[in-house]
């Protein structure tokens, strides 16, 4: 079974960053693309960004320059970069195996997330 691990959230002023990290066992990381998706309250997970195996990325449009995702297949573990981050941002980020063409999930089991809070 996979195993999805999510650190690195927190408290950060409007403009800060952070840097949120997803440790992945259970899979062939190195096979798999990664979507880091976030929940705010009240609302519905959404994705925000992806990267595929080989290392192409997408993002939603309102994280686009602010937001980098990287994977490191040595150490089985993707890493959103935040940066000039909002208030909006707020929400428990996680991540998830997925399809990098359709975007579908393709791995039932969610991590427990991290939170991050961007005060105004």
């Known amino acids: 079974q996979v195993q999805l691990v999510e650190s690195g959230g927190g408290l950060v002023q409007a403009g800060g960053s952070l840097r949120v990290s997803c440790a992945v066992s259970?899979?062939?990381?190195?096979?798999?693309?990664m979507g880091w998706y976030r929940q705010a309250p009240g609302k519905q997970r959404e994705l925000v960004a992806a990267?595929?195996?080989?290392?192409?990325?997408r993002y939603i449009d309102s994280v686009k320059g602010r937001f980098t995702i990287s994977r490191d297949n040595a150490k089985n573990t993707v890493y959103l970069q935040m940066n000039s981050l909002k208030p909006e941002d707020t929400a428990v980020y996680y991540c998830?195996?997925?399809?990098?063409?359709?975007?579908?999930?393709?791995?039932?089991?969610w991590g427990q997330g991290t939170q991050v809070t961007v005060s105004s």
């Open positions: 998830n195996i997925i399809n990098y063409w359709s975007l579908s999930i393709l791995n039932d089991h």
């Open positions: 990267i595929s195996s080989g290392d192409n990325k």
């Open positions: 259970g899979s062939i990381f190195s096979m798999n693309a």
